[in-house]
């Protein structure tokens, strides 16, 4: 395999941007870059953008209303009438939009990224920084990235030499999260077959149904791609070869139809279901505010459970949650239920096994104490990826390898305060992802073309502490997720501030505290 380095001019290269992957947070990452002037290169392993809407479970369509998954200059088109699009119709909005910017001469398809290395200052000297790249002027930087990139076509690996990196291939792909057994005890043992949701997702549709045809089938995990895989196993081969769902832990989940017409969620899309909610940063005034609405809040979380207990029988089938659903809300786990779910479990397509271990036999799974056991043909783990593994790995520096495995978070979500010159957009989750990146594109975009600058590298390190206490107040065991879903709004008039935008954006008094913000909100600074 040939490896050289790809030269660029210096009046290029000192504006271009390396940009790895080409889903969602990518292609607003390029967009954003683009209209700003700068030169994005996109680096796509894949053949085609989209991200983990590339290729998904056949089932598979939006969790959210796409009226809140959205680019907030490029709407759905008419012709979209679902409110929960499924899987193609988001694919072929990517591309719209893609095609519609002039993104797509920008990426280099079927190019992966292997490592990342920094040529800049020592690392002592980079420690003393008080500033943020040790400058605020990001148009004379102290360093540049070495972009290791291999040609899967070629077999040619190239290194781009660029002044600013954007991290945007995801939480959700590359790096299969597979649970570590005893000895003797794992996949090894079971004579079935065992793979990851992932593999199953890949898997050209007709070919995965005739995989787990008449068989009994476990899945591991409860979150959507869990979900929808159970439901594809139930369709298939109904009562007569259950479907085991696995799972730790209880969730609230919530329905595609719309109670009244209205989804769920809706409650926690407005500026008001923020003023219950302790922010990082707050004021006094503020806080004393939030204590005094803790009352409704709690008002809100049990009649939305209450409802959700009501219209699925969870207490049947022993399914109610332990935790509050404002705390699913603010973790962002919290999963939408399949059409039909809970009449498959009572009609035996499904069953449900909580437990907080398992590992394998010859014919199956044991279950916690290993006295209870599950013969199985197939074993699906939808057990997540190990995507701050993924993160970390992709840095040649020991040094940022570390900064990276012990953040507790980022500034604004997108910025180390230890690693110059590179963001990181798509790792923090809301109740639109979409609409997150975008806004932190926005951002970046803003922050490179020089619109205003960073606080020092102390101030940004308190306020990602402040985020933390935050997570952990409201998240508990979940708040290594990086999740803003609770305060979506508060967080994009962080940004707002930032970028000198005005942050309400609503016509009058009661539409600012009661009308949900929407991506279509921020198309105009």
């Given amino acids: 395999m040939l490896t050289k380095l790809k030269h660029s001019k210096s009046s290029i290269m000192e504006r271009q941007v390396a940009i790895i992957g080409a889903g969602i947070s990518g292609l607003a990452a390029c967009r954003y870059c683009k209209a700003k002037g700068l030169n994005p290169i996109v680096f796509e392993s894949e053949s085609s953008v989209g991200g983990v809407w590339r290729k998904t479970i056949r089932t598979t369509k939006l969790q959210t209303p796409k009226h809140f998954y959205q680019f907030s200059d490029f709407p759905w088109p008419a012709s979209v009438t679902e409110d929960f699009p499924a899987q193609s119709q988001v694919f072929e909005y990517l591309q719209s939009y893609a095609s519609h910017f002039d993104l797509l001469r920008h990426i280099r398809f079927r190019s992966q990224v292997v490592s990342i290395r920094y040529d800049g200052p020592p690392d002592a000297e980079m420690q003393a920084w008080s500033l943020w790249g040790g400058t605020n002027d990001h148009s004379n930087t102290k360093g540049k990235w070495h972009v290791t990139v291999k040609d899967q076509q070629a077999l040619l690996t190239e290194v781009y030499q660029v002044s600013f990196v954007i991290l945007c291939f995801g939480k959700f792909s590359n790096l299969p999260n597979i649970p570590e057994f005893p000895n003797d005890k794992g996949p090894e043992v079971f004579h079935g077959k065992v793979i990851h949701s992932a593999e199953y997702a890949s898997m050209d549709h007709t070919a995965a149904a005739n995989l787990i045809r008449d068989k009994k089938v476990a899945v591991v995990g409860f979150q959507k791609s869990a979900l929808d895989i159970a439901m594809e196993c139930s369709s298939v081969n109904g009562p007569e070869h259950p479907c085991t769902v696995v799972y730790r832990t209880k969730h609230w989940g919530i329905p595609y139809f719309l109670p009244f017409g209205i989804p769920l969620l809706y409650p926690y899309l407005n500026r008001f279901s923020e003023l219950m909610v302790h922010k990082p940063g707050e004021s006094l005034a503020l806080s004393l505010l939030v204590s005094i609405l803790t009352p409704l809040r709690w008002g809100i979380s049990k009649y939305i459970e209450r409802y959700m207990t009501s219209k699925f029988g969870l207490a049947k089938f022993d399914m109610v949650p332990e935790h509050s659903f404002l705390k699913e809300i603010n973790s962002c786990s919290i999963a939408i239920l399949p059409e039909d779910f809970y009449n498959r479990v009572e009609k035996g397509g499904i069953k449900?096994?909580?437990?907080?271990?398992?590992?394998?036999?010859?014919?199956?799974?044991?279950?916690?104490?290993?006295?209870?056991?599950?013969?199985?043909?197939?074993?699906?783990?939808?057990?997540?990826?190990?995507?701050?593994?993924?993160?970390?790995?992709?840095f040649v520096s020991p040094t940022f390898q570390s900064h990276i495995a012990n953040a507790s978070g980022l500034y604004r979500n997108c910025l180390h305060p230890r690693v110059p010159q590179l963001a990181v957009i798509g790792f923090s989750e809301s109740i639109s992802n979409l609409h997150t990146s975008e806004m932190s594109c926005r951002w970046l975009a803003e922050l490179l073309d020089g619109t205003f600058s960073l606080p020092s590298i102390k101030e940004m390190e308190d306020d990602v502490k402040e985020w933390d206490k935050y997570m952990k107040k409201y998240c508990g065991s979940y708040s290594t997720k990086w999740c803003i879903g609770g305060l979506k709004i508060w967080y994009n008039d962080q940004l707002c501030k930032d970028m000198g935008w005005i942050s309400k954006r609503k016509g009058g008094f009661f539409a600012e505290l009661f009308e949900p913000y929407s991506p279509l909100d921020y198309i105009r600074p």
């Fill in 352 to 394: 449900l096994k909580m437990s907080q271990a398992f590992c394998f036999s010859e014919k199956g799974i044991l279950f916690d104490d290993e006295v209870e056991s599950e013969d199985v043909d197939m074993v699906i783990l939808a057990t997540g990826f190990k995507y701050f593994e993924k993160l970390k790995d992709i």
